[in-house]
């Protein structure tokens, strides 16, 4: 394959092309949601819900992990190959936090007289918040198997298609949680 | 997978040459995507018999309520009452189940995984899918999905019965009707699957388009067949997960008692807890999914419909270009028409005309399509193909179809036809039918690539003519019964006032024996399709002379599909009877250098 060849035919490595059109496929899932949650908050007879303390911490610990998944990225580009494992667990563990935060987060709603089985302004931010979380075990997931591989060395600056695939999923479901958390936010103000 | 053994043995011989796999790996996890191809073919062949057969039997209770049936009884048992004459439970089940069966089974699956998986990489010029490994698992989460909806046809109570759409609150509460206990779940676990099959099939789709084309092979080079296939993924990636939300949502109503969709519901004597859902919801969601999914239905069909047209009229396409703004003008419209099926739901008039108008826009783009068919048709040097004649059957359909979705558009004359039999009629012609066609004109046309034979062409004439004018004698006169008050689904119509119901008596009878002699006719097909993997004659490289590149291929096409590098593109596909060519077909491989005698001045620059 020629570069002339390579200048007039859109090319990028179709392994990270598929994690871009997976992340559209999933935000089509959230916008359906959202949507209808929108929709619903716009009728009469509902109610609004004070965010429970722990979504703001669980929103501040998946900014962080991010943060922890681009500097791990950086270091597999550097072949710095010892921070690249802290990193990775690093972000790995935070995003572990985070789904034990939003437990704690879902038990001060249900304190806070705020039920899943009840009127669906209620049931809305569990779902919301409990999809979210099903990707994000998927993201974890694929932290191990980077982790993995990172053991093995193979991964360095000469093979980044796997953290960079990871990595850009990590960070979209980051951005995705700060999404619904402030969607949330103003529509319960 | 019984399916697969059948044509082990031809698969055998033909991939000799190659590196041993194991059976296991060759044929049923296959990562090959000419054999994932055939693994949806084949188990789409076996969804559409039983689709089929389902509305073959609920035909009778239209046509001949007062036949007994009690001779069939050892094959579907206790679906009878006891006098013999089909459980009007059961007949709203199989209602549900050829609908499911129809749209998602055979004319999603069956029909893109099968070509868009064997000809994305073939005329592109790609060794395989992007990801041969999940290609293969979006088989695997089919015939799982597959497995379970089989299975919900067997359980005690019966397979889901709220209609196709499953619109809540028949299908969320089980004491509804019994096909929403077991039966209901096992069709929202079924549909999860499938979302994930199409879901990991489409993703694999756009970026095989994008990415894997061989060199030369631009956007504007690709066969139109690409085009659809391409726009058909993208539509599959936007919608069907809205699809899985929808679901998701009413498992959570089932299970855990939440009221997404329930409100204010006093059922069986007893008043329901649940406060604050909207069933409009449901409908929104699912019809988000459900118009674009018609397009997925359809819109392979025009792609193979525009191959096969050009091959056998010997003439390039005509508007190639409209074609392709055609098919993406298609695809963004698909979403924003969804709100038509919803009409009567209560929603604002004005939001109605809004939905009305966007829906009638839809006639431009479908009417260029028609009307490229035709021109291509037109003083063409055609060759009737029994794949032509279901292609010309096909446009034939989108057109007679097409013009009745003029009248259900419009949000006002839908509030008289809405949910009738014009409306069954309107769809099973325009998609059913015509989608259909197109499957089986790829059938015909493909088949020399798939299993190196070919069909046998005046079996494919009998099968063409008796499905054509079948197929219009079963769904036509629908038209005038919808136009009469029918509603669609009803199990009888007992309380029509007297007359009524008797004057339109003898047309449904007409159209069951036509369903009857046409679904009998698919038999044709069946034969002819197993037969020729054995015995049909042995197909040449290029048998109908066609130009795009899978015909490139030697006539087993072996994994990775060419034995040595693959061909460069040069030109488009459509160069059909140019003048001044020795032949009247220029393969898309062949460069302009080697063609002086026909190049036109604006090809000099390429």
Redesign the interface.
């Known amino acids: 394959m020629n570069n002339k060849t390579k200048s007039r035919i859109l090319r990028m490595n179709p392994n990270i092309f598929l994690v871009w059109i997976f992340m559209i496929s999933i935000s089509m899932i959230f916008v359906s949601l959202v949507s209808a949650y929108i929709v619903k908050k716009g009728e009469p007879g509902g109610f609004n819900v004070e965010l429970p303390l722990m979504f703001y911490y669980s929103s501040f610990i998946v900014v962080l992990s991010s943060v922890f998944k681009q500097l791990a990225y950086y270091s597999a580009k550097k072949d710095n190959f010892k921070s690249l494992k802290i990193y990775l667990l690093l972000s790995f563990i935070g995003g572990l936090s985070f789904l034990f935060i939003q437990y704690l987060g879902w038990v001060n709603l249900v304190d806070g007289g705020v039920y899943f089985v009840g009127h669906p302004d209620g049931s809305f931010i569990y779902i919301l918040s409990g999809v979210h979380a099903i990707h994000l075990i998927s993201g974890l997931i694929f932290i191990l198997v980077v982790y993995v591989f990172s053991i093995k060395f193979k991964i360095h600056s000469k093979n980044l298609n796997l953290i960079e695939m990871s990595t850009t999923y990590w960070h979209f479901l980051t951005f995705l949680w700060v999404y619904l958390f402030i969607t949330l936010y103003f529509y319960n103000i | 997978m019984k399916e697969t053994k059948l044509y082990e043995e031809k698969v055998v011989d033909a991939h000799e040459e190659h590196h041993e796999q194991s059976f296991i790996r060759k044929y049923i996890f296959s990562e090959d995507h000419k054999t994932i191809a055939k693994q949806f073919l084949i188990t789409g062949i076996f969804w559409a018999i039983i689709g089929g057969a389902f509305s073959f039997l609920f035909r009778i209770q239209l046509g001949f309520p007062n036949v007994d049936l009690t001779s069939l009884s050892p094959i579907i048992g206790n679906w009878l009452t006891p006098q013999g004459k089909i459980d009007p439970e059961v007949y709203l089940a199989l209602i549900t189940m050829h609908g499911t069966i129809m749209v998602f089974f055979v004319l999603t699956a069956g029909l893109s995984g099968t070509f868009l998986n064997f000809l994305i990489p073939l005329q592109l010029g790609a060794r395989d899918m ?2 041969g490994f ?1 290609n293969m698992f979006s088989y695997w989460f089919f015939f799982l999905s597959s497995v379970i909806m089989l299975t919900s046809i067997f359980v005690e109570g019966g397979p889901a019965s709220g209609g196709w759409t499953v619109y809540p609150p028949l299908s969320a509460l089980p004491q509804a009707v019994s096909g929403s206990g077991l039966g209901m779940t096992l069709w929202l676990v079924s549909m999860s699957f499938f979302v994930v099959s199409a ?1 990991l099939g ?3 789709y ?3 388009v ?4 061989t ?4 956007f504007f080079r690709m066969p139109l067949t690409i085009w659809a296939f391409l726009i058909t993924a993208i539509l599959g ?6 699809l ?3 679901a ?2 009413l498992i ?1 109503d089932r299970t ?5 969709y329930l409100s204010d519901i006093y059922i069986a004597g007893e008043a329901l807890s649940n ?4 069933a409009i ?1 449901f409908q ?2 699912f019809w ?1 999914l459900g118009h674009p999914e018609v397009y997925i239905v359809i819109l392979p069909s025009l792609g193979i419909a525009s191959e096969v047209i050009a091959t056998c009229s010997r003439k390039p396409i005509f508007g190639y270009k409209a074609m392709v703004y055609s098919l993406i003008g298609i695809g963004i419209l698909s979403f924003v028409v969804w709100a038509h099926h919803m009409f009567i739901s209560g929603m604002n008039p004005f939001l109605g005309s809004v939905f009305t108008i966007l829906t009638l826009i839809i006639a431009v783009p479908s009417a260029i399509k028609s009307f490229n068919y035709i021109a291509t048709l037109w003083r063409g040097n055609i060759i009737f193909t029994p794949a032509m004649l279901f292609s010309i059957g096909l446009v034939s359909f989108f057109i007679s179809g097409g013009v009745t979705g003029l009248f259900l558009g419009n949000s006002v004359i839908d509030i008289n036809l809405h949910d009738t039999y014009f409306v069954v009629a309107h769809f099973h012609i325009v998609m059913g039918s015509a989608s259909f066609f197109g499957l089986f004109s790829g059938v015909y046309h493909w088949f020399p690539k798939m299993f190196g034979r070919m069909m046998n062409r005046n079996l494919g004439y009998v099968h063409f003519w008796f499905t054509f004018i079948g197929a219009y004698l079963v769904f036509f006169p629908l038209h005038y019964i919808g136009i009469a008050g029918f509603p669609r689904r009803y199990y009888s119509f007992t309380n029509f006032e007297a007359g009524k119901i008797e004057s339109f008596m003898d047309l449904n009878v007409f159209v069951t024996i036509a369903a009857g002699i046409t679904f009998a006719a698919q038999f044709i097909f069946l034969f002819n399709f197993f037969y020729s993997i054995y015995r049909g004659r042995k197909a040449s490289q290029n048998p109908w002379k066609s130009n795009t590149l899978e015909w490139t291929t030697p006539v087993n096409p072996g994994h990775g599909n060419w034995p040595g590098k693959i061909p460069k593109v040069e030109r488009w596909a459509y160069d059909y009877s140019k003048p001044g060519a020795k032949e009247d077909f220029i393969p898309q491989n062949v460069p302009y250098s080697k063609t002086p005698e026909s190049n036109l001045p604006e090809d000099e620059h390429h």
């Open positions: 992007a990801s999940l879901l489409a993703l694999n756009i970026t095989t994008i990415n894997l084309r060199e030369g092979m631009t990636v936007l919608s069907f997960p809205v899985l939300s929808a998701l949502l959570m855990f008692g939440t009221s997404f406060q604050g859902g909207s919801l929104h969601l988000f």
